[in-house]
């Protein structure tokens, strides 16, 4: 669990590393606790503490009270300090930018929760929900749910295949479903009890609506935000560009994701159907509280962030991928749209996804593309992805970038290397971001190549219809405060 190395060099924390200093100042406390009560001397204080700290770790937290109440049995007084100081440090999570959550306390928007005061929290677990493949015909259902049973899932009266895995405090199910007709009926049995029932509608190729944000979490402004988006007459397709839920990587933070499916699912009952997802990855999904340059394949744990378990995004050989071989960057089409989703550097480089870039751009076809960092204007955090991937981005109509929490639209670009820097010219591309569901920043972006900006909340509405794209942004209160259309011109 511990990996200090990055702190002692300078560099920026990972959340991990933000909760052991928080549980250790607790510990700290309560070691003068456990001196205040007389616990008779510091080699007492000492055994608790590093009986204690096995807690920490999932497999080991109930051997560790065992032996603690073992250890202080000849006293009540201890072993009532001692159990709620173990109540306070176990299955800790550490969220940033979610409210109503079992928090233990709350500062700046770092939130601090424990198994212990979650379980107050009358949260749902059981939730559906559509992610799309890189294939027209086929989408992946997948379902949530606290008990594991033989669960079947049939699309139109057929039954389809299932896989599943256990995360924490759920197991995760997936079926891979083709579609074969423009209404499909998708229904959950429990043996042979019906336990949910859905719709899917497959898109009309003429009038398709795409959602974007980015950053959300569950705060007063997202839960705003999310209710003007459910106020959208039209909602075909919705794109997260990264920190979505703000788990901050931590399994124990699984009510984040529960209260993100509730804005979520808002939308799909009033809808009447389910709206598939596409979600980037960002910093707080793998666990990088601040610094989004640091990559993630460098960490010191080379697991698969938690997003990636739960929102399988693509099929390898007609399956879906095991959790070890999914990729963090992949490509959905959505009628005459490729959709296409870039990893910002957490788990896959730049010039790692080079080719595969080249690969998804059709120039027959509308190309728009999402990642969480923004790299335009040239203020940016990662100059290799421009380096990597920027004559490619020149041949996109539309990119969605996200991370830094305010708003901004910049005017048509293209990004040139030459005499081995980046150079920003007129072209045929519009950015726009940054990311501001449920966090607002104080700063804006100001640049000659920037067309508006401002702080505001806000998404974005992507229209394509009948050949042409328009696109506009919507604030908290519901007022659209930018609209522009892309019109089409000579690709580079």
Request: aromatic share 14%; proline share 2%.
């Amino acid at each position: 669990m511990f990996e200090w190395m990055p702190i002692l060099k300078g560099k920026y924390f990972t959340a991990e590393q933000y909760l052991q200093l928080i549980v250790l100042t607790n510990l700290f406390i309560f070691g003068l606790i456990f001196y205040k009560q007389k616990f008779k001397n510091l080699v007492s204080i000492t055994i608790n503490l590093a009986i204690l700290s096995f807690s920490w770790f999932g497999d080991l937290k109930y051997l560790t009270l065992i032996i603690l109440l073992i250890h202080n049995r000849k006293s009540i007084k201890k072993i009532i300090i001692v159990v709620i100081i173990y109540l306070l440090t176990y299955d800790v999570c550490f969220a940033m930018h979610n409210i109503n959550q079992g928090f233990i306390f709350s500062i700046d928007d770092a939130a601090f929760s424990t198994s212990f005061s979650r379980l107050f929290q009358n949260t749902n677990k059981f939730h559906s929900y559509i992610t799309l493949t890189q294939y027209n015909d086929s989408i992946i259902f997948n379902f949530q749910i606290q008990e594991q049973s033989n669960y079947e899932v049939y699309c139109n009266s057929v039954k389809q295949q299932t896989t599943n895995h256990q995360l924490y405090d759920r197991y995760i199910y997936h079926s891979i479903i083709q579609i074969q007709q423009n209404s499909n009926q998708i229904q959950i049995y429990d043996k042979t009890v019906l336990i949910a029932e859905y719709y899917y509608f497959d898109f009309n190729n003429t009038n398709i609506v795409i959602i974007d944000g980015g950053d959300s979490g569950y705060t007063k402004t997202s839960i705003k935000i999310w209710k003007m988006i459910q106020s959208q007459p039209q909602i075909d397709v919705i794109n997260i560009g990264g920190d979505v839920a703000y788990d901050n990587g931590f399994i124990t933070c699984t009510t984040c994701w529960d209260k993100f499916f509730e804005l979520y699912e808002n939308i799909c009952i009033s809808k009447g159907k389910l709206i598939p997802l596409i979600l980037s990855i960002g910093n707080h999904d793998v666990g990088r509280v601040t610094n989004p340059q640091l990559l993630y394949d460098d960490q010191f744990n080379q697991k698969v962030p938690y997003i990636i378990q739960m929102f399988p995004q693509q099929l390898i050989n007609n399956q879906i991928p095991q959790i070890q071989k999914r990729t963090s960057y992949f490509i959905h089409r959505i009628g005459p749209i490729n959709f296409i989703t870039i990893d910002s550097g957490y788990m896959t480089k730049a010039e790692d996804q080079k080719q595969f870039l080249e690969r998804s751009i059709d120039i027959n076809k509308i190309n728009l593309v999402s990642y969480h960092v923004p790299v335009i204007p040239l203020l940016i955090e990662d100059e290799n992805f421009l380096m990597n991937l920027g004559e490619q981005l020149n041949k996109v109509d539309l990119v969605f970038e996200h991370h830094k929490h305010n708003f901004k639209r910049t005017k048509q670009i293209q990004v040139i290397k030459s005499d081995g820097r980046l150079k920003v010219y007129p072209g045929n591309t519009y950015y726009v971001g940054n990311g501001a569901m449920g966090v607002q920043s104080a700063h804006q972006v100001d640049h000659q190549i920037i067309e508006k900006s401002n702080r505001q909340a806000h998404f974005w509405v992507y229209n394509y219809e009948n050949g042409k794209q328009f696109v506009y942004a919507i604030n908290k209160e519901g007022d659209k405060i930018d609209y522009f259309q892309i019109h089409k011109s000579q690709r580079i």
